[in-house]
């Protein structure tokens, strides 16, 4: 009867205090979640003051004590998180896990929209570089190049911008050459630029450049931005007014 008393006894004590053998049963109290979310605490500092507070801290895989310190360092700069007061640590780290998730497929879906975005603005224009030529006298040259552009995409272009790049044989870039056209282009139809810029002799890609056929040049259209007639515009940040 006295052994009885005194498990009794135990066992009251151990209820008292909310002990348990899982401390992913351990609920979160006010005081916790105060002490848990100092955000100049080091991941070290959080553990070791999680292990003084939550029974059976140790039993937590790794990853589950760097979950738990994840979220109250977030709960320390995003007050919506808040609400934690009552929640097990279980509860906790399973807000982590999700939190996680999510934001991985929102990086998916954005790295795929932003792919696509690129493929389509890649794809609406043909650009190509017809002619490249050093005009005027000795002492004052200027690059000449004569360009062709195609609107290959569904909608009218109203104008675009970007870059024609000259890469040497071996892919190292040499310099690009800004390309703004204001004229519109219907679908399928093509347009011309001629233009250029000054050449000086001290500057290495310049002199480059002009000693390289159009031939052994690679040349990459880079655009930057196309407007539609029909106020879209790529990338799609904006509609333009």
């Keep these: 009867m006295k052994k009885l008393s005194v498990f009794l006894i135990c066992a009251v004590l151990l209820l008292g205090v909310g002990c348990s053998n899982n401390p992913k049963e351990y609920q979160i109290t006010a005081q916790d979640k105060v002490d848990f979310q100092g955000p100049l605490f080091t991941e070290q500092l959080y553990k070791g003051l999680m292990k003084r507070r939550i029974p059976g801290f140790d039993k937590l895989t790794e990853d589950e004590k760097k979950s738990l310190f994840l979220y109250f360092e977030r709960m320390s700069f995003d007050k919506g998180l808040s609400t934690v007061e009552g ?101 399928g139809e093509k347009g011309t630029w001629e233009g250029g810029f000054r050449f000086n002799q001290f500057i290495n890609q310049h002199v480059q450049l002009k000693n390289t056929e159009l031939k052994d040049l690679k040349v990459v259209w880079e655009p930057e931005k196309i407007l539609f007639i029909n106020g879209a515009t790529l990338p799609k940040k904006e509609t333009f007014k």
């Design 87 to 187: 929640k097990t640590v279980g509860e906790v780290i399973g807000f982590q896990k999700k939190w996680e998730m999510e934001l991985e497929e929102f990086k998916a879906k954005f790295e795929r929209e932003k792919a696509a975005e690129a493929a389509a603005l890649q794809g609406s224009l043909s650009v190509i570089v017809n002619s490249k030529s050093l005009v005027g006298p000795d002492y004052d040259k200027d690059f000449r190049f004569f360009i062709t552009y195609t609107n290959t995409s569904q909608k009218d272009i109203r104008g675009f911008q970007g870059s024609v790049v000259f890469y040497d044989l071996f892919g190292d870039r040499i310099l690009g050459l800004d390309l703004k056209i204001f004229s519109p282009v219907k679908v």
